[in-house]
């Protein structure tokens, strides 16, 4: 079974410029998640889609940050401008049903995101 | 506000040695506990979970130890390996309106198991 591709690996930018992660799930699952990982931190939720329906975005940076999901397959994750202190990994995961408990989630190998 | 605490930062442990992660918690609304190991490079991936109705749970060399009513819970590694050598995060989750279940991490633990 493939895993959660996640592309690009690394990017590297400039502050106020734009840049666009791209996230694939695996086959089937209906819930996906971007996570943003400071170094030296845990994960932390930004946007969770059910299907193609934004379920909670509550931590995500409205004025900055968006994110769609097309088709309830494929997502980007859109950071314009970008500051210094988005830095960070950006992580997707996906599962098949949307309840951690349920069945395991599958995290990608992330992007990591540099703002010098 | 972080939701989980966990300890320590950083970890070294001789090979064949216990390896424990501790992690505690203020919100009661929880209801399932795992943890994750991330290599570098890599995304963090289950490694174990618990639910809070019972105290302890095992597979293979990774125990999960649980205390409701301290709300503490932590991660025993046996027999630790130099490939145990990783990042773990302890997380939390609970049944959030409209269906939405966010899982809240701890700030990490680097494992360094020495041959």
């Known amino acids: 079974e493939a895993g959660v591709a996640q592309s690009p690996r690394y990017k590297i930018i400039e502050k106020r410029q734009s840049v666009a992660f791209w996230c694939n799930p695996i086959?089937?699952?209906?819930?996906l998640y971007w996570y943003q990982q400071i170094l030296g931190q845990g994960p932390k939720l930004l946007i969770q889609f059910q299907n193609n329906g934004v379920v909670d975005d509550s931590q995500l940076p409205k004025d900055r940050f968006s994110a769609e999901r097309l088709k309830g397959v494929d997502s980007t994750l859109k950071i314009q401008p970008a500051k210094l202190e988005d830095s960070a990994v950006y992580l997707c995961?996906?599962?098949?049903?949307?309840?951690?408990?349920?069945?395991?989630?599958?995290f990608g190998q992330g992007t990591r995101l540099t703002v010098v | 506000q972080q939701q989980v605490k966990q300890s320590p930062q950083s970890l070294i442990v001789q090979k064949g040695g216990i390896s424990i992660i501790n992690c505690a918690y203020e919100?009661?609304?929880?209801?399932?506990f795992p943890w994750y190991q991330q290599f570098p490079g890599k995304g963090p991936a289950l490694l174990i979970a618990?639910?809070?109705?019972?105290s302890e749970k095992k597979e293979g060399r990774f125990t999960i130890s649980f205390n409701k009513s301290a709300k503490q819970f932590s991660l025993h590694i046996m027999d630790s390996q130099p490939g145990d050598s990783a990042t773990y995060f302890c997380a939390a989750s609970k049944r959030a309106r409209g269906g939405a279940n966010n899982l809240f991490f701890g700030t990490g633990t680097r494992l360094t198991v020495i041959p």
């Open positions: 995961a996906s599962n098949p049903w949307g309840a951690w408990e349920n069945t395991e989630a599958f």
């Open positions: 086959s089937g699952h209906a819930t």
């Open positions: 618990i639910r809070p109705d019972v």
């Open positions: 919100n009661t609304a929880f209801d399932y």
